[in-house]
């Protein structure tokens, strides 16, 4: 009889998940996740890396004074959140993650910033709503690239549905 395999992420009791990726697929990850910490502690002026991350919240070309307010009184609240979140899933991925449960808060951190690594990844792929991952030839010159964001959304989306139980 054959197994199943597990998914990537699932609830395994009340208020508990379990990743269930290989050591590779977890360093990884945890090395993107300081890759972020880096860059969203040391933002570049010119860098559009984090646009998505830090959204305008007004989008016509008048409002750009109100969009630049919003900014200047939310983007510290909004760094800050994310910093946070990376500390505590820094704190549960440096104890390794095969055989420990995570609770719901850690599974919800570790949701928010895979999530903004992949953000930032989509930024630079130029990623949009109606993009075909299979498109995208073997030799293109980011196929790698691609190849890391389509993962990232996989654990997403698996993270997702086992938040949802």
């Known amino acids: 009889m054959a197994r199943k395999p597990k998914p990537p992420v699932e609830r395994v009791g009340h208020d508990k998940y379990s990743?269930?990726?290989?050591?590779?697929?977890?360093?990884?990850?945890?090395?993107?996740?300081?890759?972020?910490?880096?860059?969203?502690?040391?933002?570049?002026?010119?860098?559009?890396?984090?646009?998505?991350?830090?959204?305008?919240?007004?989008?016509?070309?008048?409002?750009?004074e109100l969009d630049e307010e919003y900014q200047r009184l939310m983007h510290e609240d909004l760094l800050e959140s994310r910093l946070k979140g990376l500390d505590l899933v820094d704190e549960f991925m440096a104890g390794g993650l095969h055989h420990q449960r995570l609770t719901q808060a850690e599974l919800l951190a570790f949701v928010q910033a895979l999530n903004s690594v992949r953000l930032v990844l989509g930024t630079i792929l130029d990623v949009s709503e109606d993009h075909d991952f299979g498109e995208v030839a073997d030799d293109h010159p980011l196929v790698g690239e691609y190849q890391l964001y389509d993962f990232l959304s996989w654990v997403l989306d698996w993270s997702v549905r086992a938040l949802q139980g």
Request: no cysteine; net charge negative.
């Open 19 to 64: 990743i269930n990726l290989d050591l590779e697929e977890v360093d990884l990850i945890h090395r993107l996740m300081g890759e972020l910490r880096q860059l969203l502690n040391e933002p570049q002026d010119d860098d559009n890396r984090l646009r998505r991350l830090f959204p305008a919240a007004y989008h016509q070309p008048g409002d750009r």
